[in-house]
């Protein structure tokens, strides 16, 4: 079982950055896919970016590939979203979650196969 709290958040113009970090708890960190999500009212969630337990794998949605960079430092069991470039469309609820993954670095873009969730934390980015 793994805890995951985000922070870095916050309103930024257009064109700005903001990074985002998932501090995680509780189990072993390096065995956790960890993704970012980010939720619209009236959308669906939608992945955003996922990295494997020990960084050797990353995968983006095609909307943020080139704006946004997603790294972990296992140490101290965190994991980050850079997020550059930004427009008002990157505007939304940002969420971290952890898939159990002890035996492959496979990203999966689906937010049911994560089981453990942060609470979320906003980015609005105005225009």
């Known amino acids: 079982q793994v805890q995951l709290v985000e922070s870095g958040g916050g309103l930024v113009q257009a064109g700005g950055s903001l990074r985002l970090s998932c501090a995680a708890s509780?189990?072993?960190?390096?065995?956790?896919?960890i993704a970012w999500f980010r939720h619209t009212p009236g959308k669906e969630r939608e992945f955003v970016a996922g990295?494997?337990?020990?960084?050797?794998?990353?995968d983006y949605a095609d909307s943020v590939k080139g704006r946004f960079t997603i790294s972990r430092d296992n140490a101290k069991n965190t994991v980050y979203l850079e997020m550059n470039s930004l427009t008002p469309e990157d505007t939304a609820d940002y969420y971290c979650?952890?898939?159990?993954?002890?035996?492959?670095?496979?990203?999966?873009?689906?937010?049911?196969?994560?089981?453990?969730w942060g609470q979320g934390t906003q980015v609005t980015v105005s225009s």
């Open positions: 990295i494997s337990g020990r960084a050797d794998n990353t």
């Open positions: 979650a952890a898939r159990f993954s002890p035996m492959t670095t496979q990203i999966i873009q689906k937010e049911y196969e994560y089981r453990y």
């Open positions: 509780g189990s072993t960190f390096t065995l956790y896919v």
